[in-house]
């Protein structure tokens, strides 16, 4: 089932996610993603620099009726991942966690 067309039957979620960039990180991301419940609608995914280490800059929108808080918890838990923020939804306050 496409998530594009039937946007209004789950909710969306954007998340910014900074990690490592390490060989198989992002196949992780994207596995926890999938395990818990969520669907990825769009990813894009920058390259940066943090003094001599590379870093993935992550945006994601994701759809799913299960509990984001969880999904967030569980995405922390990966030794690659430095930061996790929930920018939507706007009704909520935007939740800042850091490993």
């Known amino acids: ?3 594009e067309s039937h946007p209004h ?4 979620y954007t998340l910014t996610c900074r990690m490592s ?3 198989a ?3 992780r991301l994207c596995q ?10 769009k990813m894009a ?3 940066v620099l943090e003094g001599t280490d590379e870093a993935l800059d992550i945006a994601l929108t ?3 009726a299960r509990s984001v808080a969880m999904l967030q918890s569980q995405l922390e838990k990966l030794h690659t991942v430095a930061e996790v923020i929930l920018t939507t ?3 909520a306050p935007a939740v800042s966690h850091t490993a």
């Open 1 to 3: 089932m496409n998530t």
């Open 89 to 91: 939804p706007a009704i």
């Open 21 to 23: 960039h390490e060989s």
């Open 25 to 27: 990180a992002l196949e």
């Open 45 to 47: 995914v920058e390259n």
């Open 32 to 41: 926890v993603i999938r395990i818990r419940g969520f669907r990825i609608a």
């Open 9 to 12: 039957k789950t909710p969306s």
């Open 62 to 64: 994701i759809h799913g």
